[in-house]
C-alpha cells in the first residue's frame, strides 16, 4: 500500500492506494483541514466602493493578483485585460467580459483570490 496526500481546491486529502487490488479499490480518509487556504486579504489599492459598478470582473481560477492593468475611471472593451492573476506559475489575464468603465478595483497586487471572486465591477 501506498500513502498520497492530495489536494483539491484546498481540501487536503490523505490518501491510500493499495497496489495490486483486483476490484481496483481505493481508501480515502475524511479530508484534513485545509493546510493554506487563501483568503482575500482587504485590498490596500485606492478603490471605488466595493460593488460600485453592475457587470462584474471575476477570477476564473484561484491564484495570486501578479499585476493591474487598468485603473477606475478607464474605459475598456470587451477582451482587455483588467488583472492578471498568477495561478500555477502561469499568468492568466483576466478581461473585460464588455465595454464599459472601470468603475471599482477590489484587490491589490500580492492578494489570494479563489475562483469567482469578484476582482472589479464595470459601468
Known amino acids: 500500500m501506498k500513502n498520497y496526500t492530495i489536494t483539491v481546491n484546498g ?11 483486483s476490484t481496483g479499490a481505493v481508501a480515502a480518509k475524511a479530508p484534513a483541514a485545509p493546510k493554506a487556504a ?18 462584474k470582473v471575476e477570477a476564473g ?6 499585476k493591474i492593468e487598468a485603473s477606475v475611471g478607464q474605459a475598456v472593451k470587451a477582451g482587455d485585460a483588467i488583472v492578471i492573476l498568477e495561478a500555477m506559475k ?3 489575464p ?4 464588455s465595454d464599459g468603465t472601470v468603475a471599482s ?11 469567482g471572486a469578484v476582482l472589479a465591477t464595470l459601468n
Open 38 to 55: 487563501p483568503k482575500a486579504a482587504p485590498a490596500a489599492a485606492p478603490k471605488a466602493a466595493a460593488g460600485a459598478g453592475s457587470v
Open 61 to 66: 481560477a484561484a491564484g495570486k493578483i501578479f
Open 90 to 92: 502561469m499568468e492568466i
Open 105 to 115: 478595483i477590489d484587490v491589490a497586487v500580492g492578494d489570494a483570490v479563489e475562483a
Open 11 to 21: 481540501n487536503v486529502y490523505d490518501v491510500t492506494v493499495e497496489e495490486g487490488a
Open 94 to 97: 483576466v478581461v473585460a467580459p
